[in-house]
């Protein structure tokens, strides 16, 4: 009997989640809520790739075709967060992003221009792309780089949402689910927190990704998270024209 493939296997995902094999019960769920939230299941989404995957563990005979998980148990979810410009379309299973897709929204000219998306404004999206994830350490890392770029100087003051991040990855680990310091408490109100902010460019994005990056189990950013949110400022700057020239 081979192993069976699991959310590890297909999405950023680690821990018990990321050793969960993918059943045909878990992927018609998201099939269904795909349905709901969008009309129909996704090209490029959540659904396709778990039906693929169950189908495979099904045929392998890794899984029966009636298989149980506890991913079934606590359900899968598709959430969409409105920033400018744009919506950030993250789908859950067991109330873990795995996926995020960023769809641009009509905005009026003279609305975009008026509104360039600032750092402190993408972490605040972040907050609500993310808002009930317990901060990781890669979150940290994001929160600190994207606050020295805001800020333009290594962050160093206490109490702040570098601080408090780090403080919190190192914390949430050794405590319960509901103690645990989440991403949406820590930068629903980042603008406040931050002495200076400005404008997100794609170098910003570039080093607060990488940033996070570099300290995931699989190298990629934390899907509809900081470096997730980053990116989608820098590109909604960039087409409406509002970003200064790259410098290298």
């Not at 939230?37 to 009636?66: C, E, I, R, W, Y």
């Not at 600190?144 to 962050?155: D, I, L, N, Y």
């Not at 460019?201 to 899907?223: N, S």
Request: charged share 20%; with cysteine.
């Amino acid at each position: 009997m081979q192993r069976p493939v699991t959310y590890g296997d297909i999405f950023n995902v680690s821990g018990e989640m990321g050793k969960q094999a993918i059943t045909s019960e878990d992927a018609s769920l998201m099939q269904s809520a795909e349905t709901q939230a969008f009309g129909q299941t996704q090209k490029h989404g959540a659904a396709s790739l778990m039906q693929a995957a169950a189908d495979h563990n099904v045929k392998t005979g890794a899984l029966s075709p009636d298989a149980h998980s506890p991913v079934a148990d606590i359900g899968v979810t598709v959430r969409e967060t409105v920033v400018p410009g744009a919506a950030i379309d993250t789908e859950f299973v067991a109330n873990v992003p795995v996926t995020g897709v960023v769809r641009p929204l009509p905005t009026a000219p003279e609305v975009a221009s008026a509104n360039a998306v600032t750092i402190g404004e993408a972490l605040e999206a972040a907050a609500l792309g993310a808002i009930d994830q317990p901060i990781e350490h890669s979150d940290a890392c994001a929160i600190q780089s994207a606050e020295t770029r805001a800020t333009g100087a290594p962050v160093t003051s206490k109490g702040g949402l570098s601080s408090t991040a780090q403080s919190a990855a190192e914390l949430n680990p050794r405590v319960d689910d509901f103690a645990k310091t989440t991403i949406g408490d820590l930068l629903t109100d980042a603008t406040t927190y931050l002495a200076t902010d400005k404008v997100v460019t794609q170098e910003d994005a570039i080093k607060v990704i990488e940033a996070e990056a570099r300290h995931t189990p699989t190298g990629l950013p934390r899907p509809g998270g900081v470096g997730a949110a980053m990116q989608t400022a820098a590109d909604l700057n960039e087409r409406a024209g509002l970003l200064p020239p790259s410098i290298v």
